[in-house]
Nanobody
C-alpha cells in the first residue's frame, strides 16, 4: 500500500501563489508516476499535472500550463505543485495520486489517492 498526504492548501487572492506538497509513504517503489488532480465545486475531478519519479517526465493540463509547475524530491518522496497567477476558477479540492507505468491524465489509471486539500482563490 501507498499512503499520500497533501498539504499546503488555503485561501489566496487572485494573482497570488500557493505551493502544495504530497508526501508519499509505504511501498512507494511500486509507483512510478505522481499526479495532481482537482475537483472544483459541483464539477468532476480533472487532471492538473503529473511527473515521473525517474526522469522528470511531466504533463500538464492546458488551463494550468505556464502557471503551475510540478516537481519532486526523490529523497523525501514528496511531490510539489507550485501554483502561480492563481485565478478564481482554480478553486477546488486538490488531490495527489500515484500509479505504475507511464504518465497519463486519466484518473482511473491511478491506484492511490490522498485525502485532498482545499484551495480557494478569491477575486
Amino acid at each position: 500500500q501507498v499512503q499520500l498526504v497533501e498539504s499546503g492548501g488555503g485561501l489566496v487572492q487572485a494573482g497570488g501563489s500557493l505551493r502544495l506538497s504530497c508526501a508519499a509513504s509505504g511501498r512507494t517503489s511500486s509507483t512510478s508516476v505522481m499526479g495532481w488532480f482537482r475537483q472544483p465545486p459541483g464539477k468532476e475531478r480533472e487532471f492538473v499535472a503529473a511527473i515521473t519519479w525517474s526522469d522528470d517526465g511531466t504533463q500538464y493540463a492546458d488551463p494550468v500550463k505556464g502557471r503551475f509547475a510540478i516537481s519532486r524530491d526523490n529523497a523525501k518522496r514528496t511531490v510539489y505543485l507550485q501554483m502561480n497567477s492563481l485565478k478564481p476558477e482554480d478553486t477546488a479540492v486538490y488531490y495527489c495520486a500515484a500509479k505504475r507505468g507511464i504518465v497519463t491524465a486519466q484518473s482511473g489509471a491511478y491506484n492511490y489517492w490522498g485525502q485532498g486539500t482545499q484551495v480557494t482563490v478569491s477575486s
